[in-house]
């Protein structure tokens, strides 16, 4: 009897554990053979590099169309007084500064705008 409790035990254990991968989601996948399987999908590990990209990208385009929205005078304008500011407007001014990529993309822009 004590055998039978150890393996039924066991198959709880089993299955408790195959049911907290599967919280993640899972898979459905037919076999050649007609039988389906549900197996856990796989954890994403790793940096997400696109994710970093698009926030880059949206960062390079929202300063391109405010470049193109104002005009690079009063844009330029703006920055100065944010470089006489204290040293986190300063260091905002830096960031927002226009660079070569924020020029081209306010060049293709600026005549979409108009």
Do not use: C, W
Request: glycine content about 10%; hydrophobic content about 45%.
């Amino acid at each position: 009897m004590a055998v039978e409790h150890a393996q039924f035990t066991k198959r709880l254990e089993l299955i408790g554990r195959k049911h907290r991968k599967m919280e993640q989601g899972y898979v459905t996948r037919v076999g050649r053979d007609g039988m389906m399987t549900v197996l856990p999908k796989r954890a994403r590990r790793g940096f997400p590099f696109k994710g970093l990209f698009l926030i880059v990208l949206v960062y390079f385009v929202f300063k391109a169309f405010t470049l193109a929205a104002i005009g690079p005078v009063t844009y330029n304008e703006r920055l100065a007084r944010l470089q006489n500011g204290p040293s986190v407007a300063q260091f905002g001014a830096h960031l927002v500064a226009i660079d070569p990529l924020t020029e081209a993309l306010a060049g293709m822009v600026g005549p979409i705008m108009r």
